[in-house]
């Protein structure tokens, strides 16, 4: 099975950086995303790791380690627009399995 | 631009009726997925289906069944609608294991 951890919520000024934490125990691993979901609307695709390492897109970051079960996304220059709900997803056994997801509430 | 779409956005049904909630993906996309998403409990995964015809129970399978009789087409049913199966359903396409899944908008349902 899977089992995926991330804090609930965490509150940052606009401009600043923000790191968010996932860590999970998977049986088996085919990488690890990151999804942005916005009140009431679907979730979108931000980023994916399937090796270690940090790949960098933008104004966001997702880091893996694979040995650790670790993953985080960094948010820089925050936005307003980025409040929302940032769910850590695992690949593995033919599933997405996804933890609760952290809302992330920026403030001026 | 290639999107999943989820026939209805919100839906009120009565408890013990039979509901059907549908899914259209236009990506030719072999995999397909039914979530629903609960305050606190996160996305988790009621059934998903690699193939036309093909269907295997995910997490929380009770209570819900699943039809795929085209591959473009992916139907959560509840056979008996109860209250605790209001929720916010998410259905959700994607090419092969390892890749991103494109998500509908969801369908919001409620059971009185």
Aim: glycine share 10%; aromatic share 12%.
């Amino acid at each position: 099975g899977q089992n995926i951890d991330q804090p609930t919520e965490m509150t940052a000024t606009e401009g600043a950086i923000v790191q968010i934490n996932c860590t999970y125990q998977t049986s088996g691993f085919n990488g690890l995303f990151w999804y942005q979901q916005h009140a009431g609307e679907a979730p979108t695709f931000l980023s994916y790791n399937v090796l270690d390492g940090l790949e960098e897109k933008g104004r966001f970051s997702s880091f893996l380690s694979r040995s650790k079960g670790y993953s985080y996304l960094l948010l820089k220059e925050l936005q307003m627009k980025d409040s929302a709900s940032y769910l850590c997803a695992v690949s593995g056994n033919n599933r997405l399995a996804f933890g609760k997801g952290n809302q992330v509430v920026v403030i001026p | 631009d290639v999107k999943v779409t989820q026939s209805s956005r919100y839906l009120v049904k009565r408890t013990g009726e039979k509901v059907f909630l549908e899914c259209v993906q236009d990506m030719d996309h072999e995999n397909m997925f039914w979530y629903r998403q609960d305050p606190g409990l996160g996305l988790r995964l009621i059934y998903f289906s690699y193939d036309v015809k093909m269907k295997e129970k995910g997490d929380i399978p009770e209570g819900y069944s699943v039809s795929r009789e085209k591959k473009e087409r992916f139907s959560l049913i509840l056979e008996s609608a109860s209250t605790n199966q209001t929720s916010m359903y998410l259905c959700a396409s994607s090419r092969g294991q390892g890749r991103g899944y494109t998500f509908g908008s969801g369908t919001r349902l409620t059971v009185v």
